[in-house]
C-alpha cells in the first residue's frame, strides 16, 4: 500500500488560507496532483494557480500604473472581495 505524499505547499494547513506560490510552482503542483489522481488537491492547485495568475497581473499593472485614487482602490477592493462575482454596474445617467 502506497501513500500519496502530498507537496508541502499543498498540505492541509492548520490555518484556512495557503502560502501564496510562484505561477511556476503552481503549475507544477497541478502536474503532481494530476499524475496521482488527487482531484481535491488538483483543485486546491488550481485555485492557487489562479490566484498566482491574478496577483502577478495586479503587480505588472500596479508597476505601471500612475497612484490610484481612493475611490479607485475602494472598487478594486470590492471587486477582489466579492471574489470576481460581478455585480449589475449602475449607469449614472
Keep these: 500500500m502506497s ?3 502530498k507537496p508541502a505547499a499543498l498540505q492541509d ?3 484556512p488560507e495557503l502560502e501564496p506560490l510562484s505561477v511556476t510552482k503552481a503549475r507544477s503542483t497541478i502536474g503532481v496532483a494530476v499524475r ?3 482531484t ?3 483543485a486546491t492547485a488550481r485555485r ?3 490566484e498566482s495568475n491574478i496577483a502577478a497581473c495586479i503587480d505588472r499593472e500596479l ?3 500612475p497612484k490610484l485614487t481612493p475611490a479607485q482602490i475602494g472598487r478594486l ?3 477582489l472581495r466579492s471574489g ?3 455585480q449589475p454596474r449602475v449607469v449614472n445617467r
Design 3 to 5: 501513500k500519496t505524499v
Design 40 to 42: 481535491q488537491l488538483e
Design 13 to 15: 494547513p492548520p490555518e
Design 77 to 79: 477592493h470590492t471587486l
Design 84 to 86: 470576481g462575482e460581478r
Design 36 to 38: 496521482s489522481g488527487d
Design 48 to 50: 492557487q494557480l489562479a
Design 63 to 65: 508597476a505601471k500604473a
